[in-house]
């Protein structure tokens, strides 16, 4: 068992920036690949950006690459979305996901966080 704790969210100006994090407890942390996802009113679970058990290894949508930056840090069990350059249309619940296997559909996903809300502003 794997869980999963999201904190960061936040209202934030278009342009600006936020970090989200996500503490993991539970099972052993680096043995998923840790990834966000977000989901938008009256829209499907979309993925954000995923990254592989070692950190070497990093995925992202091609609505947010060049401007989110995945990282995490296994001595603390936790997984970090940089979020820059924000613009209204990233405004969504922000999931944390832990899956064994590398994967960007979320029916993959093997334990989810409750989400943290990123409202951005025109």
């Known amino acids: 068992q794997v869980q999963l704790v999201e904190s960061g969210g936040g209202l934030v100006q278009a342009g600006g920036s936020l970090r989200l994090s996500c503490a993991a407890s539970?099972?052993?942390?680096?043995?998923?690949?840790m990834a966000w996802f977000r989901q938008a009113p009256g829209k499907e679970r979309e993925f954000v950006a995923e990254?592989?058990?070692?950190?070497?290894?990093?995925y992202y949508a091609d609505s947010v690459k060049g401007r989110f930056t995945i990282s995490r840090d296994n001595a603390k069990n936790t997984v970090y979305l940089q979020m820059d350059s924000l613009k209204p249309e990233d405004t969504a619940v922000y999931y944390c996901?832990?899956?064994?296997?590398?994967?960007?559909?979320?029916?993959?996903?093997?334990?989810w966080g409750k989400g943290t809300l990123v409202t951005v502003s025109s």
């Open positions: 996901a832990a899956t064994r296997y590398q994967t960007t559909q979320a029916r993959d996903i093997n334990y």
């Open positions: 539970g099972s052993i942390f680096n043995n998923y690949h």
């Open positions: 990254i592989s058990y070692h950190g070497c290894i990093t």
